[in-house]
């Protein structure tokens, strides 16, 4: 119907896609060069403060309030996507970082034969590639391996399932591959006997796919227009369905594995298929389009009737497609990556200050679009305008399918490999989202990546060579170390001449050892100071007054017992990595 989609031609090239209980100046320490920056490779510093000292009557409180929430942080959240053909870290490593789900999973896994090992690897768009798309195929670890050695970690694993419709399989005799179409409910349902049924691994987790919306990018070759969501919905369904009897017959219980869908990413179109059969171009010339799912404009994009369709066909409707009335979906997912760059293709298209520097500030306090109503100036792969962007997740789950839990499975800053940003964005962004995403319902948080085989202070992967770590590496040990319990409420007051104090965000845990785990993030270049208070009836204690050190995050260890005097500090952020511009 229309050859060139500008937006979604934009969408074809964006998504292809050590711990030490010491001050860091006693650590020794690596010196990193990247080609703008330089920092140190040091661990967080801890110090120890003493309750009811310090206080700066400044205007600027921070108050927890010690009434216990219905949420906790879930056993489930803290997780990683794992290259298990990447090298694989130390175990002194994976000790500092003790994680519940790792996801084996990304576009080269829709095209991945589990149970023989053959990978059909996913193909550059090219002139010559599109001219005469080549096939090849790799020997990989088959799926009994990769799971043994997934769980050698101390977590429970996260399966990606074939909903693209190919896959490579053996040749008659062994002669070579071929990659071939299949039946995705007939593959499933074999993967899920095979896998819990003759093997008994109990895999209990499991992604339906990668991305879909943007098949005609990732896999060009086999998909050259877009996937329509009545057609993705069907096979996810009938696919879903297959699965759940699988395990019924293997163990009695249809709910004893997990669904998660639909792994979606497309924020910067607001979630269209681009698909013929739902949308209509409005403006040939910019090649803008208007999409209508279930043939009205009823859906403003494929995520919302997605939710529906599945709850319709639940409650029975197109019966045919699920008589047992299974329910479809456990957990609804979505992948992130925040673009703080002005043009995909330029890697250096930074969005910088007046005097021409990356505004890490201004990177930094982006991160409201999650959870508040503030206008999106900075990500661009988000709609310039108000987000809130769990607020709306939320409210079309609770709209079309009451009682889904959330998943991010995969998330990091920018998708684009290697772009060179301040050395202090992901750390702190990555950790600031985490305690967002608690408070919001995400009961699932999959980094991308755990491991690389080659280090670049750049990369995504926390940890290279089995041993080099980036800094994100040490903000993530600090969440999934202390950021831990039931959720507590925190309220902040500013002083209205300090310009910079509501840079100043936090959020508070109760664990079971009797502590109150306070969390902050100042996100501003400048110092902020603050008083900390506990409220209980009413009634204020004050605690404890700290001026926080600019870009940098804070874990405050309180104990509860007023008679406890000591609280642990671990701080991580400017100081300790002395980051400066080359």
């Excluded at 661990?43 to 309030?65: A, H, L, M, Q």
């Excluded at 594995?257 to 013929?276: D, M, V």
């Amino acid at each position: 119907m229309f050859k060139n989609i500008s937006l979604f031609s934009l969408s074809l090239l964006m998504f292809l896609p050590t711990w030490v209980e010491s001050d860091a100046e006693d650590t020794p320490v690596n010196s990193i060069t990247t080609p703008k920056w330089f920092y140190r490779d040091a661990p967080p510093k801890k110090s120890v403060r003493t309750k009811y000292s310090d206080f700066v009557f400044n205007g600027n409180e921070i108050n927890v309030s010690l009434a216990f929430s219905n949420r906790s942080v879930p056993s489930t959240f803290y997780g990683a996507v794992v290259g298990l053909n990447e090298t694989f870290p130390k175990t002194e490593l994976l000790r500092q970082l003790p994680l519940s789900l790792v996801k084996i999973g990304g576009s080269d896994y829709s095209r991945f034969n589990w149970i023989d090992g053959i990978l059909n690897p996913t193909i550059p768009a090219t002139e010559e590639t599109i001219a005469n798309p080549p096939r090849y195929f790799e020997k990989h670890l088959n799926v009994v391996e990769k799971v043994k050695i997934a769980r050698s970690m101390g977590a429970d694993v996260i399966l990606q399932v074939n909903l693209l419709g190919y896959k490579p399989t053996v040749n008659p005799g062994g002669g070579g591959y071929t990659l071939s179409t299949v039946d995705t409910a007939k593959d499933a349902y074999a993967l899920v006997k095979y896998l819990n049924g003759e093997k008994k691994l109990n895999i209990k987790y499991f992604v339906m796919d990668n991305e879909p919306l943007i098949w005609s990018g990732t896999h060009w070759d086999l998909y050259p227009k877009p996937i329509s969501a009545n057609l993705f919905l069907e096979r996810f369904i009938k696919t879903v369905v297959a699965m759940r009897q699988a395990q019924k017959e293997i163990s009695g219980n249809a709910y004893d594995i997990k669904i998660i869908g639909p792994e979606e990413s497309q924020t910067w179109s607001w979630f269209q298929t681009f698909s013929e059969e739902d949308c209509v171009s409005t403006n040939s010339a910019t090649g803008e389009v208007k999409c209508y799912y279930n043939n009205s404009d009823q859906f403003e994009n494929f995520l919302e009737y997605f939710l529906y369709i599945l709850g319709k066909v639940e409650q029975g409707e197109l019966a045919e497609l699920n008589p047992q009335k299974f329910r479809l979906i456990d957990y609804f997912s979505i992948h992130a990556y925040p673009l703080f760059r002005s043009s995909y293709q330029d890697p250096d298209s930074f969005i910088t200050t007046p005097q021409g520097a990356q505004d890490i500030e201004g990177y930094l306090n982006a991160i409201a679009l999650w959870n508040s109503d503030e206008a999106n100036l900075y990500d661009q792969v988000f709609p310039r305008r108000s987000i809130n962007f769990f607020n709306w997740l939320n409210g079309k789950i609770q709209q079309h399918y009451p009682g889904l839990k959330l998943a991010v499975t995969e998330f990091g800053i920018d998708s684009g490999a290697l772009i060179d940003y301040h050395p202090l964005l992901r750390p702190l962004y990555n950790a600031e989202f985490m305690a967002i995403a608690i408070a919001n319902n995400v009961d699932i948080f999959n980094i991308s990546y755990l491991n690389a085989s080659s280090f670049n202070p750049n990369s995504w992967a926390l940890i290279s060579e089995g041993h080099k770590t980036i800094p994100t590496f040490h903000s993530m040990s600090l969440m999934v170390r202390f950021y831990q319990g039931k959720l507590l409420q925190v309220s902040t007051k500013y002083n209205s001449r300090d310009v910079n104090a509501k840079k100043l965000t936090a959020y508070a845990t109760y664990s079971n050892d009797g502590f109150i785990n306070l969390l902050t993030f100042n996100r501003s270049n400048e110092a902020v100071c603050a008083d900390l208070n506990f409220v209980k009836e009413n009634q204020n204690r004050e605690i404890l007054g700290k001026c926080f050190p600019p870009l940098t995050m804070t874990i405050l260890r309180i104990p509860i017992k007023k008679e406890a005097k000591n609280i642990d500090c671990y701080q991580y952020g400017q100081q300790e990595l002395q980051v400066r511009s080359l």
